[in-house]
């Protein structure tokens, strides 16, 4: 059973910065596709990065420009640097490798 665990959370003004840090209790270079979803209230969840199975890197459109995912394979960790954040941005980020979730760690953007 992989776990993965997230941090890097926080309260935030709009236009700051936060860098998410997802750990891996595996190496993650086994798995085709990871990165990032979130869920903001009443909505559903929704993909924001990822690196896809060939390789690539996949974003949000609205994230586009202003989300950088990463990874250190040696670490096993997953990163997610978010700049310019907007009130929209506001809600729970989720971890996930192939088919495994993180719990969660929540991103409040105020006005």
């Known amino acids: 059973q992989v776990q993965l665990s997230e941090s890097g959370g926080g309260l935030v003004q709009a236009g700051g910065s936060l860098k998410l840090s997802c750990a891996a209790s595996?190496?993650?270079?086994?798995?085709?596709?990871m990165g990032w979803y979130r869920q903001a209230p009443g909505k559903q969840r929704e993909l924001v990065a990822a690196?896809?199975?060939?390789?690539?890197?996949n974003y949000a459109d609205s994230v586009k420009g202003r989300f950088t995912i990463s990874r250190d394979n040696d670490k096993n960790m997953i990163y997610l640097q978010m700049d310019s954040l907007k009130p929209e941005d506001t809600a729970i980020y989720y971890c996930?490798?192939?088919?495994?979730w993180g719990q969660g760690t929540q991103v409040t953007v105020s006005s």
């Open positions: 996930f490798c192939q088919w495994y």
């Open positions: 595996e190496n993650i270079h086994i798995f085709n596709t």
């Open positions: 690196f896809t199975s060939d390789g690539t890197t």
